[in-house]
């Protein structure tokens, strides 16, 4: 009987929290403008939401990494 009072293992979301979970996620975004070939660095990446392009989870893999093409000011990072 306690086993059943604790829930699922597993949560889930219902259908309609989709929107509001989009909107609560963070986006990887440049912070200035990144040229071609520059390595992202903390001073040019930031996270905004809403979370449509790639998760803020993503931050520290993308450190390092050189730019495969150029980003302006607020765009998403693809």
């Known amino acids: 009987m306690a086993n059943l009072s604790l829930g699922k293992e597993v949560?889930?979301?219902f259908s309609c929290e989709g929107i509001t979970k989009k909107n609560a996620r963070r986006s990887l975004?440049?912070?200035q403008d990144i040229k071609k070939g520059?390595?992202?660095t903390t001073?040019?990446?930031t996270t905004k939401r809403p979370?449509?392009?790639i998760s803020a989870n993503?931050?520290?893999?993308?450190?390092?990494r050189l730019a495969k093409?150029?980003?302006s000011y607020d765009d998403l990072i693809s």
């Open 11 to 13: 949560k889930e979301t």
């Open 29 to 31: 975004v440049a912070n």
């Open 69 to 71: 093409k150029n980003f």
């Open 38 to 40: 520059d390595k992202f």
């Open 58 to 64: 993503q931050y520290f893999k993308y450190l390092g």
């Open 43 to 45: 001073k040019n990446l």
């Open 51 to 53: 979370g449509t392009g």
